[in-house]
């Protein structure tokens, strides 16, 4: 328990000090403080990797790995941004396509006993495929007040999603779903002794982890008002670092999506740091690998500080 308290609170850590390091940095550049203006753009900005974050979170804790969020965010942003924009009806549909997509994930993974990495990364080049098929060249839109609804300006509607997603979570942790993924997580083999659908819930976590790739496409073109089909490929390790950052362990079964949001947030603060200290973008991924470095660093050496404290 203390580890995991430990493992999620780096993930606020790294948020706080990556929050006052843009405070820092925007305010030595523009000689003023960030307007709320600024605070909705940020939030605005994070919430696609958050919900991507949070899917990510879920199959991590199964002992997986989704490679393909990046192909189905890329497909569902390809479909939203072409038919959305006729009608809104057209979001369920969207939503649907990205459980399917992670379920077909899931039927690999948990009834054909193929590796994750494998077999995400596989369904990721055919995700991406079907993207571009759907949307050779960005462009497409998604109307006006869908995007009022989901990523408004002007209003921080983005905060009630914000907290509707962390909700979520906490009400699905809680859950003889979430206790069981968790079990799945810390020792399959003891999970399956006492019951525990193995299967059923590795082919429920890949189709969540689908619809949050869904709501991030959906949230995406909200936010940049067209498609591209190439939109999801950043997301692939962003994802992961937003796990890493927020302390889910990748042998499975500890850490919590809350400390994936944490990353998540913190990541895209780092874009804006990057932005205002005049970093050419060309050298964006070289320090956002770095973050993740230091990140990574940190929590090594904060795990073999609580071990040596521990009473042998």
């Known amino acids: 328990m203390r580890e995991a308290l430990r493992r999620v609170s780096l993930g606020y850590l790294v948020l706080a000090a990556t929050a006052v390091a843009y405070l820092v940095v ?37 002992g997986g790995i989704d490679l393909s969020v ?3 965010v890329s497909l569902c942003v390809a479909v939203t941004a072409s038919t959305v924009s006729t009608s809104a009806l057209w979001l369920v549909a969207v939503l649907a396509l990205g459980a399917a997509c ?14 994750p990495i494998l077999t995400t990364l596989a369904t990721l080049s055919v995700f991406t495929g079907l993207a571009l098929r759907v949307l050779p060249v960005p462009g497409g839109s998604i ?20 907290g509707l997603a962390v909700a979520g ?66 997301f692939i ?3 992961i670092a937003s796990v890493v950052v927020g302390g889910v362990a990748f042998t499975g079964g500890r850490g919590s999506a ?24 060309l050298y964006q991924s070289l320090f956002q690998g770095l973050f993740l470095v230091v990140a990574v660093l940190l929590g090594t050496v904060a795990a073999l500080a609580a071990r040596r404290r521990r009473p042998a």
């Open 26 to 62: 925007y305010s030595s550049r523009l000689g003023r403080f960030p307007t709320s203006f600024d605070y909705l753009s940020i939030l605005n900005t994070t919430l696609p990797l958050v919900f991507v974050a949070i899917g990510q979170s879920l199959v991590v804790l199964t």
């Open 70 to 72: 990046g192909g189905i």
């Open 102 to 115: 992670g379920a077909v994930n899931g039927l690999i993974v948990a009834y054909g006993r193929i590796a």
């Open 143 to 162: 109307p006006p007040q869908v995007r009022h609804v989901l990523t408004n300006p002007a209003t921080p509607t983005g905060l009630i999603w914000l």
């Open 169 to 234: 979570w906490l009400v699905l942790r809680r859950t003889r779903f979430g206790m069981r993924v968790y079990a799945i997580g810390s020792d399959e083999a003891s999970a399956r002794a006492v019951g525990v659908p193995a299967a059923a819930v590795k082919l429920k976590v890949y189709a969540l982890a689908g619809l949050c790739a869904a709501l991030a496409a959906v949230f995406y073109v909200s936010t940049t008002t067209s498609g591209d089909a190439n939109a999801g490929a950043p």
């Open 237 to 239: 390790l962003t994802s």
């Open 258 to 281: 809350l400390g994936a949001v944490a990353g998540a947030v913190a990541l895209t603060l780092v874009i804006d740091i990057l932005f205002f200290a005049g970093i050419d973008p």
